[in-house]
């Protein structure tokens, strides 16, 4: 476990020798789970930070934009989501948006790393906002890829929402077409697969293209969108699937419509209309 020299912490991004610094102000956690590095600090830029294994994950002040992003464009697209299943996201802050939704029934959230969980509910109450409190979640500690393939129980939205795909980490399983097909057995007749894509950008697509390319041969609708983070100092992509709707085609109008009648709006401080066409909407025309 590398130690944090000098109070920085250094995001180094490959091939292209570039590197991204945060001075810290104190650290809160820094510890070695049985699957990867965990540093959870204060930064005077962006307020706390959770990084796994040298790569940012979430920072305080623009989680929003993530997590918002991630969730609430595949839930709108479905005309009533009761059961949801989430893989990863164990800061909280998915299955915190999930249940904005007032329609949610069930919840369940399995992550492979239940000390990292911990950590997050400890300190990053600012995520989860009490989520992992609520009655309707169920909290399983497993690795997604196994707890596709045992239950039986299908799900109206499953979201993925783990680490980028790097050698011999946690997440890698979790990023082949075998999966994905797995995944799309679970879902229930409208259902909808939302995975997070990694960085989308000129310099950076090749897992994003990849992971597009094997949806597309297990769905018929396939959208991929995109948000900046600035904390990733990145365009992030996401993923849309499904065999029911083209969520690209939902209009803003359409989309403010469903976040009045189900409450929204005023909790979002992202995700809108204008916001929705705006992701889907990319170089190329490409969604």
């Not at 948006?97 to 069930?106: A, D, L, M």
């Not at 707890?147 to 980028?164: L, Q, S, Y």
């Amino acid at each position: 476990m590398k130690a944090l020299p000098d109070m920085l912490r250094c995001d180094e991004i490959r091939p292209w020798d570039e590197q991204h610094r945060y001075a810290i102000d104190k650290v809160l956690f820094r510890g070695q789970t049985k699957f990867q590095d965990v540093a959870i600090f204060v930064t005077e830029e962006y307020g706390k930070m959770l990084v796994t294994d040298g790569s940012t994950q979430s920072a305080q002040e623009d989680e929003y934009i993530y997590h918002e992003s991630l969730v609430h464009p595949g839930l709108i697209a479905h005309p009533g989501p009761h059961r949801v299943l989430v893989i990863g996201g164990g800061e909280g802050a998915v299955i915190r948006e999930v249940f904005r939704h007032p329609t949610i029934e069930r919840v369940v959230m399995v992550d492979i790393d239940a000390a990292l969980v911990e950590q997050c509910k400890k300190f990053l109450p600012e995520w989860h906002q009490g989520a992992f409190q609520d009655p309707r979640l169920e909290l399983v500690f497993a690795d997604g890829k196994d707890f596709i393939a045992k239950t039986k129980e299908r799900f109206d939205c499953i979201i993925v929402d783990c680490g980028d795909a790097q050698e011999e980490g946690p997440a890698l399983t979790l990023y082949t077409e075998d999966f994905y097909r797995a995944v799309k057995r679970r879902l229930t007749a409208p259902g909808l697969l939302v995975v997070q894509a990694m960085e989308l950008s000129g310099l950076d697509c090749a897992n994003h293209v990849t992971i597009h390319k094997a949806l597309r041969r297990i769905f018929l609708h396939v959208n991929l969108y995109a948000s900046f983070v600035p904390s990733f100092w990145a365009t992030w992509g996401f993923i849309v699937a499904n065999d029911t709707i083209d969520v690209s085609q939902i209009a803003s109008i359409e989309v403010d419509k469903i976040l009045q009648a189900r409450n929204l709006a005023p909790a979002l401080r992202y995700y809108d209309g204008m916001k929705h066409n705006h992701m889907f909407t990319l170089p190329g025309g490409e969604n």
